[in-house]
């Protein structure tokens, strides 16, 4: 069993960046594919991006792409997601995610294959 926690949300202005955590607790994360859901209010749960295990496939939803990295630290157990150049829409609450899968791959256009989960934290951008 894994055991997901995230921190770092808040409230900032457009622009302005913040960077979630995700720590694990219970198995290490370093042979999981781990990623970051969000959902904004009235709206479905999304994937924002995605790294499989030994980094080897990563992927970024169009809308965050260029603004947003993951990475992993595995010696901490913890999953960082670095939010740049926030936009107004990238409100939302947001969730890390864990799952097994096959050759290092990861995926975001579905939740169901990830089995962990963390109980979100709120980002807010407004001016």
């Known amino acids: 069993q894994v055991q997901l926690v995230e921190s770092g949300g808040g409230l900032v202005q457009p622009g302005e960046s913040l960077k979630l955590s995700c720590v694990a607790s219970?198995?290490?994360?370093?042979?999981?594919?781990i990623a970051w859901f969000r959902q904004a209010p009235g709206k479905e749960r999304e994937g924002v991006s995605c790294?499989?295990?030994?980094?080897?496939?990563?992927f970024y939803a169009d809308s965050v792409k260029g603004r947003f990295t993951i990475s992993r630290d595995n010696a901490e157990n913890t999953v960082y997601l670095q939010m740049n150049s926030l936009k107004p829409e990238d409100t939302a609450v947001y969730y890390c995610?864990?799952?097994?899968?096959?050759?290092?791959?990861?995926?975001?256009?579905?939740?169901?294959?990830?089995?962990?989960w963390g109980q979100g934290t709120q980002v807010t951008v407004a001016s």
């Open positions: 995610a864990a799952a097994v899968f096959s050759r290092g791959m990861c995926v975001i256009d579905v939740l169901d294959p990830y089995d962990y």
């Open positions: 219970g198995e290490t994360l370093e042979y999981y594919a």
């Open positions: 790294l499989g295990v030994y980094d080897r496939f990563t």
